[in-house]
């Protein structure tokens, strides 16, 4: 085999007027996979953009960006032109707010894959939410602590790729379909299915990912936190035989190295050992 510079979706053009963080995750996905990408912003910006400015930086790296208000016929003449060049569609806003910018007819006209990112379906599709009000729903808080992972919100812009990888399949395999296709993510959807190992008492505290496995939880070390995943069979009786079977052999034993011996340890005899990385700012 030969490696080329080709990527899937080099002959790809996404518009996407997304803001905060589900759909510039699909946008980035799709421009890591080739796509050309070019971001709408309404005069005010994204919000993202105020709030960490690194990770919108990181996420808009070798996009577009234009400003475009499309409540304006000035702004919707911009869309107009871009989407002629365009396969994709991105949104991030209520049904019903497309419908009134008339985002739906733009799909229509241009035969676009329409990667509509929602926060609820059916009944609920126009109702405001945010993660933290999907992953409410679904059993993966642990009040009062807030969440470190946006599960919704990531899974839903891996979705979102997904979709518009879906749309670009079914729009070639069947020309007969002339007016586009609207592919729905529901962020709702997405937080239930990241919180299924929570709901399953996979992760739950005390559950067997959730500390009530001595050989999967972290130990205090010498100079900060080890994660020790010794789940397999082999790695924990490996583990057990170097160290010791329960948790309060190996918190003694860890907290004797330092993080990076153990992981040199780690190394010698093919454990998995990482020291937890702190993001505190």
């Not at 002629?84 to 910018?101: N, Y």
């Not at 929602?118 to 939410?129: L, T």
Request: glycine residues 8%; proline residues 7%; without cysteine.
């Amino acid at each position: 085999m030969t490696q080329t510079s080709l990527k899937p979706l080099d002959n790809i053009t996404v518009v996407s007027t997304a803001i905060n963080l589900p759909g510039p995750l699909a946008a980035a996905r799709l421009r890591d996979l080739g796509a050309t990408v070019i971001k709408l912003e309404n005069p005010a910006g994204d919000p993202l953009r105020q709030f960490v400015p690194d990770y919108y930086a990181e996420l808009t790296a070798g996009m577009q960006i234009v400003q475009a208000d499309l409540k304006t016929d000035a702004g919707r003449g911009q869309l107009l032109e871009i989407a002629a060049t365009a396969q994709v569609l991105i949104t991030s806003i209520r049904p019903a707010a497309v419908a009134k910018l008339g985002l739906d007819q733009v799909v229509r006209q241009f035969n676009l894959v329409h990667v509509e990112i929602v926060g609820f379906d059916g009944d609920r599709e126009n109702e405001p939410g945010h993660d933290l009000t999907y992953q409410a729903r679904h059993g993966s808080l642990v009040p009062p602590a807030m969440p470190q992972i946006l599960g919704g919100d990531l899974l839903g812009g891996e979705r979102g790729a997904t979709a518009a990888l879906a749309g670009l399949n079914l729009l070639r395999n069947h020309p007969e379909i002339t007016e586009g296709t609207v592919q729905r993510v529901v962020l709702d959807q997405a937080a239930e299915w990241a919180a299924a190992p929570a709901r399953y008492g996979m992760t739950t505290p005390g559950a067997p990912l959730g500390g009530g496995n001595p050989f999967y939880r972290m130990y205090d070390t010498a100079d900060g936190v080890l994660a020790v995943a010794s789940l397999e069979p082999h790695f924990a009786q490996r583990t057990a035989e170097l160290l010791g079977s329960t948790a309060e052999e190996l918190a003694t034993q860890f907290a004797s190295r330092t993080n990076a011996e153990w992981v040199a340890f780690a190394r010698e005899h093919d454990l998995p050992f990482e020291p937890v990385v702190s993001t505190d700012h």
